[in-house]
């Protein structure tokens, strides 16, 4: 049976290709076209045709096939306004875990899936297989490492995929994409909301939730310090953008009934920094955490922060976290690692 191929046109996924190619996989190449031109084209170019050049050069040269799958609808229904209203709600979204779970491997599985033994794509992460479960593990480049955007896949989920530069090196993966001549070899790896393009984050939000202006607000003294344009522009850790003067200023809170955002003055670093959280249902990927050390992260990178966690009668988890963290957000994810195994994540309430 083939084996479905996701790319995106960058030198990752292609690299990703080739190297199943060389393995002798049967393969069938797939562009993901969630590109909202309709909708947001008054906002600027998006880069997707230029994408889709870069994947049709690839693809003609590993000798494979490429076909276009259009899930426009299916993202803004799923991940697009989800992130709307939670900026609405004043809280921090997380579209890109949203399109892996349900666009990348989810409304495209259900689409073409059916065909197709496995899905690969150029994500920095492996799979394995512990206490009678598929798991997710941290890819060997840990500033690279995107377990955090996958961390709401579910068994069926992972036991199709395949991440085949996972134990790769991002240096390495340009060394071998320039050894094969591939033609996206030299490209600049993509940064942002993948349906955003190079178009501004505010001009997205201020097209589809306007302005809303308010006051900002010293947490300390209650002094007012300025007025904001909307709380669904700012987001808690936030330290530029803010137009204050006297600073550095931190944003560390929202009041959506009275439409403040409060902020916090480096100088007085406890009333930024928390120790604690709850989160809603947490999603575990295989049977959740076993005893032992705990880890957790708070948003992409490289950096984690041991923690323990406590059930709640409500069906959230207490997270106490042994550094405190100037970013905790309402609606962000904490992900959660014990060793290279990345568990699963769960949504913060508070």
């Known amino acids: 049976m083939e084996t479905a191929v996701l790319l995106s046109g960058g030198v990752d996924s292609s690299l990703a290709l080739h190297l199943l190619r060389e ?193 900002i607000v010293d947490r300390e003294s209650g002094k007012k310090l300025g007025t904001h344009r909307g709380l669904w522009f700012h987001t808690i850790g936030q330290r530029h953008g803010l137009g204050l003067g006297g600073g550095p200023w931190f944003a560390v809170g929202k009041d959506l009934d009275t439409n403040t955002l409060w902020v916090a003055h480096e100088a007085a670093p406890e009333n930024r920094r928390r120790r604690g959280f709850a989160t809603e249902a947490p999603h575990w990927i295989g049977a959740g955490p076993a005893p032992g050390p705990l880890e957790v992260k708070l948003r992409h990178g490289p950096h984690t922060t041991s923690c323990t966690i406590v059930p709640l009668a409500e069906g959230g988890l207490a997270v106490d976290l042994d550094t405190p963290d100037p970013g905790i957000a309402p609606g962000q994810h904490a992900v959660f690692y014990q060793g290279d195994e990345c568990l699963g994540g769960a949504v913060i309430a508070n």
């Not at 993509?190 to 302005?211: H, M, N, P, T």
């Open 23 to 215: 393995e002798g996989h049967a393969l069938r190449a797939f562009y993901l076209k969630v590109w909202l031109e309709e909708e947001l084209s008054f906002l600027g170019d998006c880069p997707w045709e230029e994408d889709l050049r870069y994947a049709r050069a690839v693809c003609a040269q590993v000798g494979v096939p490429l076909e276009v799958v259009p899930l426009q609808a299916e993202y803004l229904e799923r991940v697009v306004e989800h992130a709307l209203a939670e900026l609405r709600a004043g809280r921090t979204p997380s579209p890109d875990i949203h399109c892996n779970r349900r666009i990348k491997f989810g409304a495209f599985l259900d689409r073409v899936g059916a065909g197709f033994g496995q899905v690969a794509s150029g994500h920095y992460a492996r799979t394995g297989w512990r206490q009678d479960a598929h798991c997710l593990l941290r890819a060997v480049d840990p500033v690279k490492d995107q377990t955090y955007f996958l961390s709401w896949l579910d068994q069926a989920q992972l036991a199709r995929v395949l991440f085949p530069i996972g134990q790769l090196p991002k240096a390495q993966v340009r060394r071998l994409a320039a050894q094969y001549g591939l033609a996206t070899q030299d490209r600049k790896d993509s940064q942002g909301i993948c349906f955003l393009g190079k178009i501004d984050y505010r001009q997205f939000v201020r097209a589809r939730l306007g302005e809303k202006p308010g006051p």
